[in-house]
């Protein structure tokens, strides 16, 4: 037996599954076998594969019910949210209304002696890695898209959520796509490096860390294969003194804590103005007190246990060396924090940027807030980050937010709202959040190549 790839669930550290990772050889035949699918896959007409793409998402949302309390085994978001279907249908719904216009030709100019366009050309066999802590919405961003543009698809979940793409494949195959044309493989670092570093991809997508972004490029140096990643965030939020506080604190608040903080877009840092900060405080920790931890298959609990214990682990390290340091923590341990996946919520003050903190990906339910007593200290320290995915803005004034923004290094810019990704808008991120973008245009952009036509009429 080969390399077996376990799901261990946080909720009791029991083995909830296990499959066989596929050796190098049988890996490549499986990527063999969708690289001679693709052409015929891309000579459907587009219609006909938007139709498919779609009666795939309706498959999988047909599943809901047994998808959501797989993932609360698997990852640990309680029940009570309903999964993630909701999304993944808005996502791919909107990418298959806008695949027409913008997979459409672009006319250049043509006269009685040239015809000039540019189509949009499938690069072949894409490779999709996707993350388990929104495993369903995160594969489908690159999914369906990529699909629909006429490549063909090679999808690897995170072990945490082994059984994902195993059910978004199954549903996918039920609804008409062929298997030759959109697979789920069992692969391990290894076998997946090697496939990449062989040129066995023509564009990888990865949603991550840093580390395993880092390890993908590496992997794809000097194949010339085009990689996208979408990686670590370190969010802030700015809350000036013409904000609704109330739909502010209950907003950033929520994007820190929901997913027990297990959110690429989470709110991580919280600045704002010193007329506002105490009853900022006050509030969201009233809110974050009434929050119920523990079993994500209890409909009554609204934090569940973060998706490994390691992961709770870093952030409870990172909490202890910020109180070391001089925070202020503000949310009592939880009777059901168990000091494993079970992990306390916490909110803490007096931070600053030189505790680990407010700099780290925290990926869990913490939430350090500042004081600041202008936009140039705000704008300062929201830039004052190596990722750079979103920032949250809350005033009335969409001009003064428009120019704060106009200065933030950041991939998305929100304004009274926050952790929210919008399918008509480029998701996207700068520096160590990655490069590249999907959804919007961009995102058939990003999963086709551009070839030019010149088309000389008369040669006399």
């Given amino acids: 037996m080969g390399q077996m790839l376990t799901c261990v669930s946080p909720i009791d550290g029991s083995v909830f599954a296990e499959r066989e990772a596929l050796d190098l050889e049988a890996a490549r035949a499986e990527v063999a076998r969708l690289r001679a699918a693709q052409a015929a896959w891309a000579a459907r007409p587009l219609a006909e594969r938007i139709e498919l793409v779609m009666a795939g998402v309706a498959a999988v949302g047909a599943m809901n019910d047994e998808i959501v309390p797989e993932l609360a085994h698997m990852m640990g978001r309680p029940v009570r949210y309903g999964g993630e279907f909701g999304g993944f249908n808005e996502r791919a719904s909107h990418m298959a209304a806008i695949a027409k216009e913008s997979l459409a030709d672009i006319e250049v100019g043509e006269d009685a002696s040239f015809k000039r366009y540019i189509k949009r050309v499938p690069h072949g066999v894409v490779f999709v890695v996707a993350p388990w802590n929104y495993p369903y919405m995160t594969a489908i961003n690159t999914v369906a898209p990529a699909l629909i543009a006429g490549n063909v698809v090679a999808l690897k979940h995170a072990t945490q959520t082994l059984l994902v793409g195993e059910r978004m494949a199954a549903a996918f195959h039920s609804a008409g796509v062929p298997e030759d044309v959109f697979a789920n493989l069992y692969l391990g670092h290894d076998v997946t490096s090697a496939l990449i570093a062989e040129k066995a991809f023509d564009f990888v997508n990865f949603t991550g860390s840093v580390g395993g972004g880092q390890a993908m490029e590496r992997a794809a140096a000097g194949t010339f294969t085009g990689v996208g990643t979408e990686l670590g965030g370190k969010d802030p939020g700015y809350v000036m003194e013409d904000a609704d506080l109330d739909a502010a604190v209950e907003t950033l608040i929520d994007g820190a804590m929901f997913n027990s903080g297990q959110c690429c877009c989470g709110i991580e840092r919280i600045y704002v103005h010193e007329s506002l900060f105490d009853a900022f405080v006050d509030k969201a920790v009233a809110i974050v007190k009434g929050y119920k931890l523990g079993n994500p298959l209890d409909p009554d ?147 086709t190549r551009p070839k030019s036509y010149h088309m000389k009429k008369v040669t006399s």
Avoid at 361 to 367: A, D, I, N, Q, Y
Avoid at 394 to 403: H, I, S, V
Wanted: proline content about 3%; charged content about 20%; aromatic content about 6%.
């Fill in 301 to 447: 609990t609204t934090m569940g246990p973060m998706a490994h214990e390691r992961f709770a682990q870093e952030v409870r390290m990172q909490i202890a060396e910020a109180v070391a340091e001089g925070a202020t923590p503000h949310i009592e341990s939880f009777a059901e924090d168990d000091s494993g996946a079970y992990l306390s919520p916490q909110i803490l003050t007096n931070v600053t940027h030189e505790m680990r903190v407010m700099r780290d990906e925290s990926f869990g339910p913490v939430v350090g807030i500042m004081k600041v007593a202008s936009d140039e200290e705000a704008i300062a320290l929201m830039n004052d980050s190596e990722f750079g995915l979103t920032a949250s803005l809350w005033t009335q004034d969409l001009e003064r937010a428009a120019r704060i923004g106009d200065q933030l290094e950041t991939g998305t810019v929100f304004m009274n709202r926050a952790d929210y990704l919008d399918p008509g808008l480029c998701w996207t991120g700068c520096k160590n959040t990655g490069r590249g973008g999907g959804l919007s245009v961009i995102g058939y952009h990003n999963l």
